[in-house]
């Protein structure tokens, strides 16, 4: 970030709140990094939607850990992850992601205009720590923009994509520089801090997972076979895997 958009200088004098939207993994850390440097700590925030049942243990006390003293607003959903799961009687897709926006954007959302209102503030900026690097989608994704859907009832609202640059070399190495340290669960062999099973993880880091947490493993792998929804995407050809199989134990066939 040695050159900062225009845009974001502007706001910065203006006085805008700056929310990070912190899942606890390497990404939001370093963007949390990298915002510090450059944005005074009365215009920061740190934003976290808690998905009980979905989190990896231990992601509100890392966070607090490595926040430079920044506060922290929690939300969460009505429903849980496995609850919506059942509801619709499948899993979230890539193509529809109803994880992300009914268990994570809709409650942030919310929690956001309540900070406002309580600071009287009405200038946002929501800071996503989305990397070009991490696929072809990403990409393309635009790194500033005007929020026309939330910017209501006197608000100002924009989207900005801080690190969308960074990779992930430098995402570590900003990490460690500042003296801190990933989450544990990196450590633990994963490669991505998301959800414990996340429908947008790949085949190993599902594998390391399972390992990790056999309870959680067999309660996914038993909620498909019940469901006969795969919570992967299938291969070419059409062909299903199930996560029971991806891990290599037997789930009991749900009787008729």
């Known amino acids: 970030m040695d050159q900062i958009d225009p845009h974001i200088v502007d706001l910065i ?21 990298k915002l510090r440097e450059i944005i005074p700590p009365d215009q ?30 929690t939300c969460r959903a009505v429903k849980t992850f496995m609850e ?10 890539p193509d529809n992601r109803q994880c992300t926006s009914d ?27 989305i990397r070009a690097q991490e696929s072809r989608k990403r990409a393309k994704a635009t790194t500033f923009e005007f929020d026309a859907r939330n910017s209501k ?6 989207s900005w994509l801080p690190i969308h640059q960074m990779s992930e070399v430098e995402v570590w190495a900003t990490i460690h520089g500042a003296g801190q340290q990933g989450h544990r669960a990196y450590a633990a062999g994963m490669r991505r801090l998301s959800c414990r099973f996340c429908i947008m993880a790949t085949e190993e880091d599902l594998k390391t997972a399972a390992l990790l947490d056999p309870p ?9 076979r019940r469901l006969d929804r795969t919570m992967l995407m299938p291969k ?18 749900p009787a008729a």
Request: aromatic fraction near 10%; charge should be positive.
């Open 103 to 129: 268990l994570k954007r809709g409650p942030i959302e919310k929690l956001v205009r309540r900070i406002l209102r309580e600071r009287g503030r009405s200038l946002y900026v929501n800071c996503v720590g």
């Open 13 to 33: 004098a203006r006085g805008a709140l700056f929310g990070i939207n912190h899942s606890a993994g390497k990404d939001s850390q370093a963007m949390t990094i």
């Open 236 to 253: 070419k050809g059409g062909q299903r895997v199930f996560l029971d199989e991806l891990f290599g134990f037997a789930v009991p066939t």
């Open 153 to 158: 009832a006197g608000r100002e609202w924009y």
């Open 216 to 224: 959680g493993a067999r309660l996914y792998a038993s909620t498909e």
């Open 44 to 73: 920061l925030v740190l934003i976290h939607a808690e998905l009980p049942g979905a989190d990896w243990e231990g992601l509100i006390e890392h966070i607090e850990a490595n926040s430079g003293g920044l506060p922290l607003y």
């Open 84 to 93: 919506m799961v059942e509801h619709r009687g499948m899993f979230p897709s």
